[in-house]
C-alpha cells in the first residue's frame, strides 16, 4: 500500500515540479515564451487568407497581461501542487490517504485546464494556432495534457485493502 501511495505522490511531485520549472523558465527567458504569445494572439503567422484574423488581439499591453496571467496561473497550479504534496506525504501511512487527495486533484485540473482551456481552445481554436507553422503550441499542449491526465487517473485509483483469503492464503 505505501509503495502504490508513493508512487502517487512521486508522479503528483513530478507535475508539481514541471510547473514549477514552466513558471522559472517564463519568468527568467521572458522574451521566448513572450514572443509565442504576442504571436498567437496577434494572428499574425496565421494563413493569409484566413477570415478568422478579426479575432485578433494587436494590442502589446493586453498581449503583456495575457502572457502574466499565464505565468500567474502555472505559478498558483505550482504551489497548489506541492501543497498537494504535502498534505499527500502526511497521510501516506494513515487511513487518510483518499481525504488528502482534493488539494492534488486541484491542482492537476488547473494545470490541465490550462493547456485544455487555454492553449488547445482558446489558442487553438479561437486563435487559430493551428494555421500557423512557426508558432503552434497544439502538439506539445496535447503532450502535457496526457502527462497530466495519467497522473490524474493514477491518483484517483481508488485503493484495495488486502485480505487474507478465508482459507488464509490470499
Do not use: C
Request: proline share 4%.
Amino acid at each position: 500500500m505505501t509503495t502504490l501511495r508513493l508512487s502517487k505522490v512521486a508522479l503528483v511531485a513530478t507535475i508539481a515540479l514541471f510547473f514549477t520549472l514552466v513558471a522559472f523558465g517564463n519568468l527568467t527567458d521572458y522574451h521566448s515564451n513572450e514572443a509565442f504569445v504576442r504571436h498567437i494572439l496577434a494572428m499574425d503567422t496565421i494563413f493569409p487568407d484566413s477570415t478568422l484574423r478579426w479575432r485578433a488581439i494587436p494590442d502589446a499591453n493586453m498581449q503583456t497581461i495575457a502572457y502574466w496571467a499565464i505565468i500567474g496561473w502555472q505559478t498558483l497550479t505550482a504551489v497548489v501542487l506541492w501543497a498537494g504534496v504535502v498534505r499527500l506525504l502526511g497521510a501516506i501511512r494513515g487511513p487518510g490517504f483518499a481525504g488528502a487527495q482534493p488539494t492534488a486533484v486541484l491542482g492537476l485540473a488547473m494545470g490541465f485546464l490550462l493547456y485544455a482551456g487555454g492553449f488547445v481552445v482558446v489558442g487553438g481554436e479561437w486563435f487559430a494556432m493551428w494555421q500557423s507553422e512557426e508558432w503552434n503550441g497544439q502538439q506539445t499542449s496535447f503532450g502535457f495534457l496526457t502527462m497530466i491526465g495519467i497522473v490524474l487517473v493514477v491518483l484517483l485509483v481508488p485503493e484495495q485493502e488486502t485480505r487474507p483469503s478465508a482459507d488464509g492464503k490470499g
